[in-house]
Nanobody, 115 residues
Framework: QVQLVESGGGLVQSGGSLRLSCAAS????????MGWYRQAPGKQRELVAR???????NYADSVKGRFTISREDAKNTVYLQMNSLRPEDTAVYYC?????????WGQGTQVTVSS
């Protein structure tokens, strides 16, 4: 079965950086499109960044120029480098693997940015 395990979250001051990782198992990772989503308290889950199986990335406007998504197919891992973090980036960050009708989620990792 598909398993996605996120890591790298934590508490950081405003302006700081974090790198999230998501290790996948149970799938042919290289053919899946991978994404990072986040959900803040009282808000809907939203797309942060997505990278296709071919390596094309797209970002939410709110993180463009600050966050970078990348993937390492040899390690079945997708990353989210987050720089210049702001308090409004505080949320639980979830990893997603998608292919056609298939969509799987990780358990999430908390990111808290203090002002």
């Amino acid at each position: 079965q598909v398993q996605l395990v996120e890591s790298g979250g934590g508490l950081v001051q405003s302006g700081g950086s974090l790198r999230l990782s998501c290790a996948a198992s149970g799938i042919i990772f290289s053919i899946f499109h991978m994404g990072w989503y986040r959900q803040a308290p009282g808000k809907q889950r939203e797309l942060v960044a997505r990278i296709t199986s071919g390596g094309t990335a797209n970002y939410a406007d709110s993180v463009k120029g600050r966050f970078t998504i990348s993937r390492e197919d040899a390690k079945n891992t997708v990353y989210l480098q987050m720089n210049s973090l702001r308090p409004e980036d505080t949320a639980v960050y979830y990893c997603n693997a998608a292919l056609r009708a298939l969509s799987s989620w990780g358990q999430g990792t908390q990111v808290t940015v203090s002002s």
